[in-house]
Nanobody, 124 residues
Framework: VQLVESGGGSVQVGGSLRLSCVVP????????VAWFRQAPGKEREGVSC????????DYSNSVKGRFTTSRDIDKNTVYLHMSSLKPEDTAFYYC??????????????????WGQGTLVTISS
């Protein structure tokens, strides 16, 4: 299963972007999704997650209060809404999915399904 991401681009500091992640092959709310990012020369970082079934959300401290995640069950799509963007948010952003994601975790090895990544660039 290949997740399909979109919505990346270049915005100025303080701007907003919405990333989308289409999760084909799943139904309803039986999967959870996490968003990761990786900047050049830096380690991959988990930034947001939404669990399967109940849709509990969680965020890393670096984005809490600025990013939110939501899902459209009918469209099998999860969104990452990013606001008050900073230069340090510049990175490739990836979504990852798994079933039975009952508690948020940013352990990347636990996710069997990934998107191709979308580049977000924040300019000052």
């Amino acid at each position: 299963v290949q997740l399909v991401e979109s919505g990346g681009g270049s915005v100025q500091v303080g701007g907003s972007l919405r990333l989308s992640c289409v999760v084909p092959g799943f139904t309803g709310d039986d999967y959870g999704v996490a968003w990761f990012r990786q900047a050049p020369g830096k380690e991959r970082e988990g930034v947001s997650c939404i669990t399967s079934l109940e849709g509990v959300e969680d965020y890393s401290n670096s984005v809490k209060g600025r990013f939110t995640t939501s899902r459209d069950i009918d469209k099998n799509t999860v969104y990452l809404h990013m606001s008050s963007l900073k230069p340090e948010d510049t990175a490739f952003y990836y979504c990852a999915a798994m079933t039975e994601y009952s508690a948020c975790s940013f352990e990347a090895t636990g996710f069997p399904y990934w998107g191709q990544g979308t580049l977000v660039t924040i300019s000052s």
